[in-house]
């Protein structure tokens, strides 16, 4: 059973740098074709796919947040984090982490974390 746990601060201000870590447990962010993302939810919104590393560490981003998503990984650690820049309200959103478990470039997630509020707020 894999398992994915989202941590980071639940409040941020404008203009600062979101950062939330994902904890992998059950299964290694290196597996072969697997991917990680992060997802969110704005209040009253649909789910916004954000971007992905892969198993080799390669990254992708929706061109939108491209400019100010990073998303990193500590393979000794088995996590994988995002930092979103340059933070507005409009950003405020549950936060989720998700796996691909065996094709990274499909949007078939198969385990998530359980979320986690992120308010930008002055």
């Known amino acids: 059973q894999v398992q994915l746990q989202e941590s980071g601060p639940g409040l941020v201000k404008p203009s600062q740098t979101l950062s939330l870590t994902c904890t992998v447990s059950?299964?290694?962010?290196?597996?072969?074709?697997?991917?990680w993302s992060w997802i969110r939810q704005p209040p009253g919104k649909g789910l916004e796919w954000m971007g992905v590393?892969?198993?080799?560490?390669?990254?992708y981003y929706i061109p939108s947040l491209k400019s100010r998503t990073s998303i990193s990984r500590d393979t000794s650690k088995n996590q994988f984090s995002l930092h979103l820049s340059s933070v507005t309200p409009e950003d405020t959103a549950v936060y989720y982490c998700?796996?691909?478990?065996?094709?990274?470039?499909?949007?078939?997630?198969?385990?998530w974390g359980q979320g986690t509020q992120v308010t930008v707020s002055s």
């Open positions: 998700a796996r691909q478990g065996s094709s990274w470039w499909l949007s078939e997630y198969d385990y």
């Open positions: 059950g299964g290694s962010i290196t597996t072969s074709n697997s991917g």
């Open positions: 590393i892969t198993y080799d560490g390669s990254t």
